[in-house]
């Protein structure tokens, strides 16, 4: 039996896409749908600063009315329950948010 699903990892973030649930130093994180969907795509692009735009794409269906300052307040959500680790996810001004892996 072989599964096509694997773990995103940035530190101690951990993510598993089969189960869908989130560790940070093994220790589980309560995330909602909206909050994993936003940590995924930015665990999909390590170092790579991702607009709102981007991350609206991704975290939210198509034709759902949401503002770029809900992407920011998701954002916010998710640096909290991630701890300490939630430092990981920079904000690069003007531009949107990058995730660092070192």
Request: hydrophobic fraction near 45%; proline fraction near 5%.
């Amino acid at each position: 039996y072989t599964t096509l699903f694997r773990s995103l990892v940035a530190g101690p973030i951990v993510l598993d896409e089969a189960r869908r649930t989130v560790t940070v130093d093994r220790s589980p994180v309560e995330l909602s749908a909206r909050e994993l969907a936003v940590l995924e795509c930015l665990l999909r692009h390590p170092d790579h600063v991702l607009s709102r735009d981007q991350l609206l794409d991704h975290a939210w269906p198509m034709g759902v009315a949401v503002t770029l300052n809900s992407v920011d307040a998701y954002v916010s959500f998710l640096r909290r329950k991630l701890g300490p680790a939630g430092d990981r996810i920079q904000t690069v001004r003007g531009l949107g948010y990058r995730l660092v892996t070192a």
